[in-house]
T-cell receptor
């Protein structure tokens, strides 16, 4: 069975602080995909990254970086020098190859104050 | 055009009403999804259409009826809803058919309140 755990329900930081959002997943498959989506107050989920299980390279995109570790089944997301516009709910998600269903974690609400 | 457009943005309906939610995309995507999201919860999958055919129904009550008239349009027909059906309804599309594990493009949702 697939499962995604985001243990941090809510995180509050002050602007310019770095923040890491944790994601731990469970799957029996050796081939799978991991995702992060951002949901700002406007409601739509915005895609941030997709990583397949064979690619353990960490990725950096501007202030965003992702650390994928298969050994600990984790796919953590770090925002460097956070900004107020980063305030949103962030969802980690998992899908197994060929499966149509995306399994979401419960989300982490990030509040960045000025 | 890289948008998924949902209308209406807000909807209030009584339990005896019939209404429809609409979702459009003009990106040539071949899979379209309906999700339901309650407050402070993750989205829950309801239906998946792939190449205009229903491929997943996640045991959704029959008071929700999806329709995919063409590859750009997805409707969700609502009838005799219950107050517990109040939620944000999100539409999403995917470039390839369902099961390709590609990213989803989401609309901004319809906030539904059932009185």
């Amino acid at each position: 069975a697939q499962k995604v755990t985001q243990a941090q329900t809510e995180i509050s930081v002050v602007e310019k602080e770095d923040v890491t959002l944790d994601c731990v997943y469970e799957t029996r498959d050796t081939t799978y995909y991991l995702f992060w989506y951002k949901q700002p107050p406007s409601g739509e989920l915005v895609f941030l990254i997709r990583r397949n299980s064979f690619d353990e390279q960490n990725e950096i995109s501007g202030r965003y970086s992702w650390n994928f570790q298969k050994s600990t089944s984790s796919f953590n997301f770090t925002i460097t020098a956070s900004q107020v516009v980063d305030s949103a709910v962030y969802f980690c998600a998992l899908s197994e190859v060929g499966f149509q269903k995306l399994v979401f974690g419960t989300g982490t609400r990030l509040l960045v104050s000025p | 055009d890289t948008e998924v457009t949902q209308t209406p943005k807000h909807l209030v309906m009584g339990m005896t009403n019939k209404k429809s939610l609409k979702c459009e995309q003009h990106m040539g995507h071949r899979a379209m999804y309906w999700y339901k999201q309650k407050a402070k919860k993750p989205p829950e999958l309801m239906f998946v259409y792939s190449y205009e055919k229903l491929s997943i129904n996640e045991s959704v009550p029959s008071r929700f009826s999806p329709e995919c008239p063409n590859s750009s349009l997805l409707n969700l027909h609502l009838h005799a809803l219950q107050p517990e059906d109040s939620a944000l309804y999100l539409c999403a599309s995917q470039r390839g058919g369902a099961g390709t594990n590609e990213k989803l493009f989401f609309g901004s949702g319809t906030q539904l309140s059932v009185l």
